[in-house]
């Protein structure tokens, strides 16, 4: 089981694709909760919050895609994507900026991205290629049809 401190909340992100964690995104870090004995275990802290964009897992369960939203002060808000080791690290920029960017998803090949992104006026779909770095050597792909 896990908690939260009072008040607090946590957004499941998913379950990662080899079943074995939980993604957990909670208003100030990311976390992921171990499906077999319950450990947690932090990702990143964030200098924002994740509130429009959930994080996500990379098919072979090594990155975690999120999108980090903030505010300028004078209620302007934008969010960015980011990518963690889903181990935990230094969260690298995607270099992707919008105003709104309501959902992330990765596809099941490792190099394509999909975002959604709002204004006002109107709603735009995006795509990013070759974002994730190289998968570790002598790890196995996760996936459909992979074994």
């Not at 903030?70 to 181990?87: F, K, M, R």
């Not at 105003?99 to 090949?109: C, E, M, N, Q, S």
């Not at 394509?112 to 735009?124: K, S």
Request: hydrophobic share 35%; charged share 20%; with cysteine.
């Amino acid at each position: 089981m896990f908690r939260t401190e009072q008040g607090a909340t946590a957004t499941p992100g998913g379950v990662s694709p080899d079943g074995k964690r939980l993604l957990l995104a909670l208003a100030r870090e990311l976390r992921t909760l171990s499906l077999e004995n319950g450990a947690t275990t932090t990702i990143c802290k964030l200098g924002g919050s994740i509130f429009n964009a959930r994080a996500t897992w990379s098919p072979d369960a090594q990155h975690v895609v999120y999108g980090l939203t903030t505010d300028d002060g004078a209620g302007n808000p934008s969010t960015e994507l980011w990518v963690v080791d889903a181990g935990g690290g230094q969260p690298r920029s995607l270099g992707i900026v919008h105003p709104f960017i309501h959902g992330v998803a990765v596809h099941p090949d490792g190099k394509h991205i999909a975002y959604v992104t709002t204004t006002l006026a109107n709603q735009e779909d995006w795509l990013l290629e070759r974002f994730l770095p190289p998968a570790k050597s002598g790890t196995k792909p996760v996936g459909p049809g992979k074994k």
